[in-house]
């Protein structure tokens, strides 16, 4: 069958969202073609429980998936992501022209350092985080300040210090909002005072991969970047609350400028397949589901919680969808004894908490699962 992608693309931003034309393809690659096997195992063992990614285990809205098909009957053509924009700047009630589209928020991550260090200059980030962008910063020879974590104070940032940090070479101010491991998320008030005393030169950048997670009258940088700062380039990501990690979808939103800058590195006008093109309509149609994640998270985190309290397990969580056990010296070779049970985690070792495991929350039967071999193992 044939549509055009202008036909597609108002049918299935229309409000009612029937998406008339995609419901009716029934594509399986798979089935398609006899005899290939396709593997998406990922090398992992047959079965295996995957809790180990901060992956969405309710998978994607069935709008999202209906919009991957269509767009893969259309496997030919290029994708114009730059379309995608006005969608998600309704979303988030913000000009198209602020948004860019990228593979993953990862692409943007990086092409931060990569379009704002061209000249040298320094990074400040807190630690322990998600460092997509810190890694290239290295690789680029930049000296990265990494300000640790305020453990005591529910690993909040230490905002102190990351802004004495600050020097004239200071080019990027790196903020994971709600962070990666630790699950911390910045106040507004706190994001507010460093947009306000960072040089007009230094792109603050804010990491709200987990933003979906927070309850929606909760500020974020997004709220500094309406309020017209013009140095802060928040960074978002299809891959968590719509469960779209594999398609590999997120932007930036920045003053214009900014973004200027990034896309002469990156991103590039076809740089999104006309599968997540596809796909982005659907999820943006159904908010519902990405709801309905936060909820599932909200559920996991008390059960996990509880369950690590009855076994007198301290915990470390916040609205993200993983949580932190202290193992102390076991934590690696637990990771590698739940692994040969076909039960995958991670270990904190790569973010410098080597007596700390992350389980990312996986469906119910999957908690249980991971609940009844911890605890034989432990
Ligand atoms: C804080 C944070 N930012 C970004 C990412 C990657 O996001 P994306 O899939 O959009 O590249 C992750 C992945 O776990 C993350 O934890």
């Keep these: 069958m044939t549509f055009s992608r202008r036909q597609f693309f108002k049918t299935s931003t229309g409000a009612a969202l029937a998406i008339p034309l995609m419901a009716s393809l029934d594509i ?26 901060n992956e969405n285990a309710l998978g994607p809205s069935p709008l999202a998936v209906e919009g991957a098909k269509a767009g893969l009957a259309e496997g030919a053509r290029y994708a114009l992501g730059g379309l995608l924009k006005p969608l998600i700047g309704e979303h988030l ?27 040298g200059g320094n990074v400040v980030s807190g630690y322990e985080t998600w460092g997509g962008g810190l890694v290239v910063a290295d690789n680029m020879g930049a000296d990265v300040k990494r300000i640790p974590l305020i453990k005591d104070n529910g690993y909040s940032f230490d905002i102190d210090r990351m802004l004495a940090a600050v020097d ?26 460093v947009a306000d005393s960072l040089p007009k030169d230094v792109l603050f950048v804010i990491d709200e991969a987990y933003a979906d997670y927070l ?17 802060v380039l928040v960074t978002r ?3 968590k609350a719509h469960a779209m990690a594999g398609l590999r979808s997120g932007y930036g939103v920045a003053h214009p400028d900014i973004l200027a800058k990034i896309a002469k590195f990156g991103c590039g006008p076809a740089s999104t397949s006309i599968v997540v093109f ?6 943006l ?38 949580i932190l056990f202290e193992m102390g010296e076991r934590s690696e070779a637990l990771v590698s004894e739940l692994r040969a049970r076909k039960i995958l985690i991670s270990n904190g070792k790569s973010w410098n908490m080597p007596n700390y495991i992350r389980i990312s929350y996986g469906l119910e039967s999957e908690n249980e699962a991971f609940f009844k071999a911890f605890r034989e193992i432990i």
């Design 28 to 53: 399986d690659p798979c089935e398609a073609a006899t005899g290939v096997n396709y593997d998406l195992s990922m090398a992992n063992p047959e079965g295996a429980i995957r809790l180990n990614f």
């Design 93 to 119: 009630g913000i000009d198209k022209d602020w948004i860019l589209m990228g593979t993953g928020s990862t692409e943007l991550q990086r092409l931060a350092p990569i379009s704002h260090l061209q000249g």
């Design 168 to 193: 004239a070479d200071t080019k990027i101010f790196l903020i994971v909002s709600p962070n990666n491991p630790t699950g911390a998320t910045a106040p507004y008030a706190q994001l507010k005072r």
């Design 215 to 231: 309850p929606d009258s909760f500020k974020t940088g997004l709220d500094l970047i309406k309020e017209g700062y013009s140095n």
């Design 237 to 239: 990501t299809f891959s």
């Design 278 to 283: 596809g796909a982005v309509q659907g999820a």
């Design 285 to 322: 149609a159904d908010m519902e589901h990405a709801r309905k994640s936060r909820a599932h998270v909200e559920e996991c985190r008390a059960y996990y919680q509880g369950e690590a309290k009855k076994l007198g397990i301290t915990s470390v969580s916040g609205v993200p969808p993983f």
